[in-house]
């Protein structure tokens, strides 16, 4: 238990500094509600009322994630191999510029189509 001693200790300590901003901003902040406060806020842009079931998102949206989370993979796949690199080898390392290679002809395919380009 002596060795969990100091993370309990930070953790009650984080606890109230959490607890201990949130009531004081409640009770020192001003209290002067209009309309706009009260709205949703919609960066800076005045909110417009959206058709049932939501609107639609630009594909560039979707397709702007989905090419960050294939690159995100391929970092995540990166590090453990940079980690452990003596001991794979010869063999990891063709295997892993085997996998950079396939990455970075989708890389090159999607900067070709144009999919990096956010208008």
């Known amino acids: 238990m002596n060795a969990y001693a100091p993370i309990l200790v930070l953790g009650a300590i984080a606890a109230a500094f959490a607890v201990g901003s949130v009531t004081m901003a409640s009770l020192t902040g ?3 509600y209009n309309r706009a406060k009260l709205e949703a806020y919609e960066c800076g842009i005045e909110p417009t009322p959206q058709p049932e079931g939501g609107g639609r998102f630009p594909i560039k949206y979707y397709l702007t994630a989905m090419l ?6 391929e970092i995540v796949f990166l590090y453990p191999w940079a980690v452990s690199f003596d001991a794979l080898g010869i063999f990891g390392l063709v295997e892993m510029l085997l996998f950079i290679a396939t990455v970075f002809v989708a890389y090159a395919y999607v900067w070709r189509r144009g999919g990096l380009e956010w208008d």
């Open 30 to 32: 001003p209290k002067r």
């Open 68 to 73: 960050f989370i294939v690159f995100d993979i």
